[in-house]
């Protein structure tokens, strides 16, 4: 499993807007990416604060498709709420740590192979 995590601050007066438009075009596109399994946003209790999503991917591969092809598309989508850029940092998730979590997304234990959608789907153009 593989981690993506971003960093960033929404414009104070954003915050209810950007929490919409991550709901209604951003969770939308996510769902549908190919190793896709998980969205964790982290909003602090001030507007000025940063934010910390993360979403959670079957392999590293999957987290480099979505960077390469989908990411750049949410950006400019979220571009207009943003005080600065997002930062983006990559980690390997240790299962072993977390084997909760791992059944919860899978369905299934730790040893077993994580289940995979056997087409990629594509919402944007190479």
């Given at each position: 499993m593989f981690g993506r995590i971003v960093e960033f601050t929404p414009k104070p007066e954003m915050k209810d807007?950007?929490?919409?438009?991550?709901?209604?075009?951003?969770l939308p596109i996510l769902k549908k990416q190919q190793g896709f399994m998980e969205f964790l946003p982290f909003v602090p209790e001030t507007k000025t604060e940063k934010?910390?999503?993360?979403?959670?991917?079957?392999?590293?591969?999957?987290?480099d498709r979505w960077e390469?092809?989908?990411?750049?598309?949410?950006?400019?989508?979220?571009?207009?709420?943003?005080?600065?850029?997002?930062?983006?940092n990559y980690y390997n998730v240790e299962t072993s740590l977390c084997t909760h979590l791992v059944?919860?997304?899978?369905?299934?234990?730790?040893?077993?192979?994580?289940?995979?959608?056997?087409?990629?789907?594509?919402?944007?153009?190479?």
């Open positions: 807007e950007i929490v919409n438009v991550i709901s209604k075009e951003v934010w910390i999503t993360v979403t959670l991917w079957a392999e590293k591969r999957d987290a390469r092809e989908g990411y750049p598309h949410v950006e400019g989508i979220l571009k207009l709420y943003l005080a600065a850029p997002a930062i983006c059944e919860a997304l899978t369905g299934r234990g730790i040893g077993q192979k994580e289940r995979r959608r056997s087409t990629p789907t594509r919402v944007f153009p190479s």
